[in-house]
């Protein structure tokens, strides 16, 4: 290994990072400029690395491992399997547009009526989340992995509690209010988490001795270390219960939608589409492959939790007055969809559950960075004071809707893929629970079809007469994440086959191995 | 008799004091019992030094006596300068340390 | 040849596309862009006819495997099209029907300025359509599917300025939603069932397995064919469908969106045929389709609601027919495409009134306009006598054989079926003669009458830029209007005839779909006697009713069945009461739940610990005396510890 | 505990003005406690202090019960009375506590740790009881001398140091530096009037010519005592007389005595109460 690929990857966001906080406050351009290239450059690197890759190789690739806490036996251990690659990618593809699309969001107002909004600061932040999540999903240490887990919050407290909206129904007293509340509330959940899997972390050293997941899956697998069946049960509630946090799955949900309403759309993407993400990666890298029998163990009581999450997501998302509350309810919905296709334990289910990973994140990016565009047009999140958009901006309005099927996974565009295989995966072996869970692409239809015939259709209200259409910088941000929602959709051939390995490794590591057709009518 | 009574006197003594710097909020009282529990002490230096039959005891009662004396010239000027600013001797009127 | 079955399906794709994100730049020639590549697929298809026919009857299946779609474990979906000669009637319907409506379109939307977009959704559902009756497999059918969903919704709310026709789109997608979601189970239970869920696969290994899971996906089947093809109890959206406009009312009754259903039922035969419990299922929801879209239809005043009634009814004979397995699936289809033209050229034509009554759908503000439009009145008299069964026209051949297949069941299932769909002839009879009489004979109810009726709010703007509020002036349409009607009406006169002289189309479909000829009871003469009876009953009802005297201009109470049709039977009245108001209030419940209860949780627990935090600050009153207790208790707590551990 | 301690007794003598003594002290200490005023307090310690001289020389501490008695009986307590007369002699402190739950919490700490001191003491193995004998062999003086220069030597010098910042601590702390000169008469007076203080002299104390001691306030024309009259540190202290009530109270008794004479009946009450005392 001559060249640190995965170090690259993460260090060059953390440089530019740094590099975007250290411009000059006059040269606020500058510093968008900067933080624009830093991500393009680690989208090529990100390139890099899903090039270099062989699907076929060996689990772990591109690996990096240096001794780090001797006394501990900390390590620092990179290395790459397919889920992880497609992850990463995923993460790259979007900072670009997540930063284009905040453009203006730090921006500070002439008038006084806000406090200066430090440009550097707001890039500089997203850049550092992207190099800590990136890492993360590198990290074969588990020590290592928990850091930037946690780390992660941080600059994503200061992302949400810094930055809102410029437009809010009840001033700006009330919206700095709101946005701290978020924000804690955000920072508090989270903590609490990574405190018990904090203290899962060190119970995992006592038993292994060591943080190399490498190293302890392989004993687990070659039944050299032996844990009890009630420790092994411990160690993965505390995991899981971190991961479940960050995902988010019923009832530890709370926090997405205080933090998406109140943070600006970009940051509302980097939450659900880049940050969750690593809760539900970790649940497939860690959980199953540390702890694969406690995995099934937990199976059925998390299989039920998802479900609930997918149909009450769902519901409440119906329910919703404000945008992007309704956007995080279905995204609650369908990081159920996710954890349910993990926990299904068959091919089709985590491969889905993986894709889906990737096209949620690039659904929910562009549903969610439209109605960014909207709200920063109109000035208000809520629903009600929209209304026949689509005759006075169609672009948007095509946009969004696009976005929204895309959201309802309509077939050829990307999510409905995904969607289908974690259905199948979780009916071959569960029917009664995959049924239920079709409820949800009828419901997933109700929420974004109302959104859209309330927003968009009717007759034109005055306040959205003047509404100018997508711009050329929008129309960048959001032209590319459509084609990339219609190609995975009709050809997702590209991810699956970088996944499929990597799951079925996987799926050895918990001994299971799809149900076998009543028929055998395929051949 | 036994001399270990006068162990039990200085106990008593001390507690006292203690129980004294509890209740008063007169700083002159306060200090008067402070000076209570170190004679205590002492008391119990000296019988000690009688049972183990050297004069340590009586050293360290002696410097307690010294470090006594400093501690009282002190800690008087600080009440002297205390009444001067604020008028009055209690201790729970210099009650700053509240949140 | 196979390599042009990809192309026929491309072409109106393409038009979608270029057509979409043509921009404004198109608007000129945008609806001959449209126009042409529908018209280019009915070639390509029309090739692919020629080369199907040079073939022998068992050889007629091309396939071409494009890439391979989903591949993961053992779950293998490849993008493959298979055109047999079921696939093949149904492009040939959609592409020839869909380019004359396409045509007529040009004429009817002129004076739209959202016209490119128009064509663009239509071709968008032209190619939706195709790739579903071209799939090789249920999952890519799933996909054209949703797409023939999407369009519709595209279509239906095309007027997206009227919140009535925004909101019966979103209804149409809703119900078509839940059709797809008994698709979509019947697709996972073909994979655990099969491993596979293309057709070959699925279909040629029906015997190996239980008859239950057979019956599970065949209810599944009927769901989803339900959901699209306006069954009860999924058939609440049509009639709100009619918020489109009319040339889209034409393409989804009679080429494209309705037929979907009966094309799955037919296409999963095999499944069918194994599992009796689900047949039966199909032929009583056939039934009662049948009956409910004929009541229907006697009682709406609106002349497209009327024609929607009556699809409803006549696909609930296509259903009826494919539920009775051998012995219907081929009169299902020849009746879907007799069915294609004639409804195609009777909502043609009510397309072709309304341009000239500046819109008005209300038939008692129409009356004797024969005069008026002559097209229009041969074409829409044609359609009709077509539809109910006159004698020679293409209904009579289909729909006596459904009839006939219907009492062929045997046993008093063939009876009650039978009887229902004699029924439904007369009633058919009926209702159509209704509308035709309203329509065409009788006094001018139109005249010194503003227009724009209450209940017609159906303002289309093509109308607005006119601006006519007055009296109308009723014309004849335009011939790029007139010319497709014409095609039709030839269609829909000699289609039938062409079809069963000889049983060509039987011997034409027969390799696919199978045929048995079922014992009827009654002699095919008795059958097609009594169909004669009920429709001469059904017409002279009518004729009694709305002929010898006037009609209302303002509609009549009505009996307590009429004023139930009138509102659908009530059903939407259920919908809204049981669904939708229980949902919102499940919803706003839900709400209210997560923010008391799930957050409240959250959020106690922090107030719990501010709270113990406020009292332990109590502590830190500040005055050194109370610090000094507690240091000199905890020195107690010292000596208390040493001694304990002496003690020890 | 006679019985392991066999090995060493004292004398009836010692024993007898241990048990004396002792409760001297011991009540000593209390009244320090309790005794309402700090001079009371001051005494009493001071008493204590004696005592316990005594009981270092009857220890064999000789040097020890000198000092005791010269520096802290002498000196100390001296300072401790200067600073109190300072302060004032009779600022009585209530003895009502302020603070929630102090007194009883204290009384608990105090009484668990002088029971736990003493257990502590009483199961302590007190073996051998060597008396100082050979160690003041030749001069309790000489001895301590000798150990303070050689073994404690670094201690005693730190010690040494210690009390010299602390006589030059008391000195910062209570001595202050007058930086600015004194104001003049003229300035004060230009001070007063710029402030609005009370510009005439202040009124005199005294009441008639009864009483006319500086503690006792001047009545105003409603008979209520003015603040202003007597000085400020006796009102810090609370030492004013009230007798605003004594003369109106004598003029009753008077009238009464002389309405006895020409055989009236009293038709007021006995005593004049102030409105405000009639109202409580």
Redesign the interface.
Known sequence: MSFPLLTATAALPAIGAVATAAVPAARRSAAKWLALLVSLATLALAITVLVRFDPDGTRYQLTESHAWIKDFGVRYELGVDGIAVALIALTAVLIPFIILAGWHDADPLETGSRRWRPTQGFFALILAVEAMVVISFEATDVFLFYIFFEAMLIPMYFLIGGFGDRAHEHGEEAAATQRSYAAVKFLLYNLVGGLIMLAAVIGLYVVAGNFSLQEIAQARTNGSLHMATSTERWLFLGFFFAFAVKAPLWPLHTWLPNAMQESTAPVAVLITAVVDKVGTFAMLRFCLQLFPEASKWATPVILVLALISIVYGALLAVGQRDIKRLVAYASISHFGFIIMGIFAMTSQGQSGATLYMVNHGISTAALMLVAGFLISRRGSRLIGDYGGVQKVAPVLAGTFLIGGLATLSLPGLAPFVSEFLVLVGTFTRYPAIGVIATFGIVLAALYVLVLYQRTMTGPVKPEVSAMPDLRARELVVVAPLIVLLIFLGVYPKPVTDIVNPAVKQTMSDVHKSDPKPEVEAAK | MNPVNYLYLAALLFTIGATGVLIRRNAIVVFMCIELMLNACNLAFVAFSRMHGNLDGQIIAFFTMVVAAAEVVVGLAIIVSLFRTRHSASVDDASLMKL | MENLIAPLIAAPLLGAAVLLLGGRRLDRVGHWVGTLLSATSFVFGLILFADLLGKDAEHRTLTQHLWTWISVGSFQADVTFRLDQLSMTFVLLITGVGSLIHLYSVGYMEHDERRRRFFGYLNLFLAAMLLLVLADNYLLLYVGWEGVGLASYLLIGFWQHKPSAATAAKKAFLVNRVGDMGLSIAIMLMFTTFGSFAFGPVLSHTGDTSEGKLTAIGLMLLLAACGKSAQVPLQSWLGDAMEGPTPVSALIHAATMVTAGVYLIVRSGAVFNAAPDAQLAVTVVGAVTLLFGAIVGCAKDDIKKALAGSTMSQIGYMVLAAGLGPIGYVFAIMHLVTHGFFKAGLFLGAGSVMHGMNDEVDMRRYGGLRKYMPVTFITFGLGYLAIIGFPGLSGFFSKDKIIEAAFAKGGTEGWILGGAALLGAAITAFYMTRVMLMTFFGEERWRNQPTRSPQAPSAEPAAEHRGEHAEPHPHESPKVMTIPMIVLAVGSVFGGAFFSIGDRFLHWLEPVTGHSEGDSPLSAAAVTGATMVCLVIGVAIAWAQYGRKPVPVVAPRGSLLTRAARRDLLQDDFNHVVLVRGGEHLTRSLVYVDHTLVDGVVNGTAAGFGGLSGRLRRLQNGFARSYAVSMFGGAALLVAATLLMRAV | ??TH?AA???STG??FQ??VL?TV??IG??C??FMKK?VH??LC?AG??IV?AV??LA???Y??GI??IV??TG??MM??LF??M??GVT?A?S?K???KG??W???L??????A??????G?AS?K?????????ANG?VE??AA??FT??VF??EI?GA??I???V???V??HRERTERAKTQRELSEQRIREGAHIPPLPAPGVYARHNAVDIAGLLPDGTPSELTVSKTLR?RGQIRDVSTEALNDLRALEQRAEERLERTAIEPETFKRPEEASK
């Open positions: 505990m006679m301690l060493y007794t004292t010692e024993a241990f048990w002792g002290a011991v200490a209390l320090t406690v700090a307090s001051a310690l204590t202090m316990l009981f270092y220890n064999g501490a040097f020890l000092v005791q520096v802290y000196a100390i300072l401790f600073v109190v300072l302060v600022a402190d003895l506590e302020t603070i102090q007194r919490l204290a009384l700490c105090g009484l668990g740790f002088g736990l001191l003493l257990a502590g003491i199961n007190l051998e009881f060597n008396g100082t004998g050979q160690a003041n309790n001895g301590l150990l303070i073994k404690y201690a005693f010690t210690l009390l910042t602390a006589a601590g008391a000195m702390l209570t810090e």
